[in-house]
């Protein structure tokens, strides 16, 4: 057996001594273990391990030097201390809404985990065009509570600077900084991914479009420059666990994966949320799935004017700074947030379009005409989005935006 004193890269047979020797007690004997690696996204090694002999079972997620979209592309596995430590944070604020953290070992850079297998991943099951009609509730008490109890307005703000340090992330960022709210608007590295039918729709729509530019860059100064709230930092379908029936007094919807947290703007994960139900919108519509579009719509609708219930009401119960309790401010706070949020939504709306980062809801749109029409949609919506941010207000806004974009396009 392995000592495991000195990082290497795992491998599915070596995963299961790598458990048994760092928790010995979590599995009952006879031990039948099976290792399967499951992960599909673009950073880090996922093995599920299961005790044959009774189910009992946990996630072992390690992070590699370099993405596994591109071997270029090296970062530090730091991204599992913080993600570690993000989520036992989480927990005290949104307990049942996050996987549980069993250990971390700072060596192999390995978060032990929860696993939620019983759980669906939520891109995939929007692709399969599944509804979900507590998600709206889920998603807000989550995004509530994770993130104005990490601002100024709720904490000692000594406490806040320092979490501000320990969180900083900055490869992470660099990621974000590049992919989002860069590359998309000029190419000048090279990576985007642009459907080769809508080439010029993006040269003029975007690479040409100044003010579009303009205004992206100032939204990337102030992700780069806002430590308002300690982010999820990657709040996509992808990132999300649902379910459809509950056992016991467990919640229906986990939030997992959040390596790229640092403290940034709350609209960032808002926003982030949104555009990933228009790119399920997108999937049912290209399949005539009436029911479960409008249901998108709705739950679309709901997650911002949810958020905003929830957010004055712990605002008012949470707020200790004194000038924050000054008349009007938490509505004048929560209204640039609701702004950052619909700018956010486009610059996602924009980056899985044209980056290098796409996603299946879209790519797997069969009908090669009808995802072209998705991607121009999706173009219009977000710029829409993006220079008209400061005219978002409540739910029915982002709803209309989408529509408009659509009756843009014919």
Same mark, same amino acid.
């Given at each position: ?11 599915? /047979? ?11 007690? *979590? ?58 430590? +993000?989520?036992?944070?989480?927990? =005290? ?18 978060? +032990? ?39 100024? +307005? ?6 806040? =600077? ?25 190419? /000048? ?14 040269? /003029? ?56 947290? *640092? ?19 997108? /999937? ?25 219930? =929830? ?53 797997? +749109? ?45």
């Amino acid at each position: 057996m392995a000592v495991y004193d000195k990082y290497f890269l795992m491998k599915e /047979n070596d995963v299961a001594d790598y458990v048994t020797a760092k928790m010995p007690d *979590f599995f009952k004997t006879p031990l039948a273990l099976s290792v399967k690696e499951i992960g599909d996204g673009n950073l880090n090694y996922i093995f599920r391990v299961v005790n044959e002999t009774d189910g009992v079972s946990l996630i072992v997620k390690q992070a590699g030097y370099t993405l596994r979209i591109s071997s270029e592309m090296q970062i530090s596995p730091e991204r599992n201390r913080v993600e570690s430590e +993000i989520l036992l944070l989480q927990k =005290k604020y949104a307990d049942g809404l996050v996987p549980d953290v069993y250990q971390y070992d700072t060596v192999m850079c390995v978060c +032990i985990m929860e696993d939620l297998s019983d759980y669906q991943l939520m891109r995939y099951a929007l692709i399969e065009h599944k509804t979900f009609p507590y998600f709206a509730e889920d998603i807000t008490d989550y995004m509530v509570n994770t993130l104005i109890n990490t601002t100024d +307005i709720v904490m000692d703000h000594k406490a806040k =600077k320092e979490l501000v340090k320990r969180f900083i992330n900055p490869e992470l960022c660099e990621i974000t900084e590049d992919l989002v709210y860069t590359e998309p608007y000029n190419d /000048n590295k090279k990576r985007n991914r642009v459907t080769p039918e809508n080439l010029k729709f993006v040269e /003029n729509e975007l690479y040409n479009d100044e003010n579009l530019r303009l205004e992206a860059a100032k939204l990337k100064f102030e992700f780069m420059n806002n430590a308002q709230a300690l982010l999820h930092g990657d709040l996509h379908t992808g990132s999300i666990f649902v379910k459809e029936k509950a056992v016991g007094n467990e919640r229906l919807t986990r939030v997992f994966d959040p390596e790229f947290a *640092f403290y940034g703007p709350i609209g960032y994960d808002a926003g982030n949320v949104i555009a990933n139900l228009f790119f399920a919108w997108h /999937n049912g519509n290209a399949a005539g799935k009436k029911d479960f579009c409008d249901w998108i719509l709705t739950s679309a609708m709901s997650v911002i004017d949810l958020f905003k219930q =929830k957010f004055l009401n712990v605002f008012s119960k949470n707020a200790t700074d004194v000038m924050a309790k000054t008349d009007g401010f938490a509505e004048y706070y929560l209204s640039s947030i609701i702004s950052d949020t619909a700018a956010c939504t486009g610059l996602e709306l924009i980056r899985r379009t044209v980056g290098m980062a796409q996603v299946k809801d879209i790519t797997s +749109i069969a009908d090669k005409k009808k995802r072209i029409e998705a991607e121009r949609v999706n173009i219009l919506c977000a710029k829409d989005c993006i220079l008209n941010r400061c005219s978002f207000k409540r739910g029915q806004d982002f709803v209309d935006v989408l529509h408009r974009a659509l009756s843009r396009l014919g």
